[in-house]
């Protein structure tokens, strides 16, 4: 039973899987150019023979390309202020990349601020941050998290976050302008 089961795996893999990764590949080259373009509507839907993103994250659901295909339909969605449609897809992909994992999670978290719901964009700003803590992402999602902070009136957490970019963070351009956001929330203390 277990040699059946195993190779029942390996030929899944090998007969459905790989041809699928091809194909997704190949199809998501024409949505990728569109979505560099800016032409978020044909990125989206596609036209004629060219899949957009929509189709590629349903189609392709099991390969890393459909899962990629969640991550640029989520940000397409963000983009055109499609936030509840830019949530589901951002959750829907699963990405341990150091750059587009915390990326995708901090959209969730823009996605919540255009919505009004403060604090769980915190909550995404703070996880992207966390996320794969690097000087690139991290500071900017701390920072967004600061900004979220403040939006709710929460100056002291706002200001703890500025006081760990500076600190963390002191290379980075964030870092060097830690202190004017410092004395913003200092002042809106008051």
Do not use: W
């Not at 893999?13 to 091809?22: D, G, M, T, W, Y």
């Not at 949505?31 to 957009?52: R, V």
């Not at 750059?99 to 996605?111: E, K």
Request: some cysteine.
């Amino acid at each position: 039973m277990i040699v059946v089961t195993i190779l029942g795996y390996v030929g899944y893999q090998k007969f459905i899987v790989a041809p699928n990764e091809i194909q997704a590949e190949k199809s998501m080259f024409l949505a990728e150019q569109n979505f560099e373009k800016d032409s978020i509507d044909l990125a989206i839907n596609g036209k004629d023979i060219a899949p957009g993103f929509k189709e590629l994250a349903s189609k392709y659901s099991g390969t890393k390309s459909g899962n990629l295909a969640h991550y640029y339909l989520g940000i397409c969605y963000l983009r055109k202020g499609m936030y509840q449609e830019a949530i589901e897809s951002l959750n829907a992909f699963d990405g341990t990349d150091e750059v587009i994992a915390p990326i995708a999670t901090g959209g969730i978290g823009d996605a919540y601020m255009e919505l009004g719901k403060t604090d769980d964009a915190i909550k995404y700003y703070l996880k992207a941050a966390n996320k794969k803590k690097n000087k690139f992402t991290s500071p900017i999602y701390l920072m967004k998290a600061g900004g979220a902070y403040e939006d709710a009136g929460k100056y002291d957490d706002a200001i703890k976050i500025y006081q760990q970019v500076k600190k963390d963070y002191f290379e980075t351009q964030e870092g060097r302008e830690a202190d004017k956001y410092i004395a913003r929330a200092e002042g809106l203390k008051k």
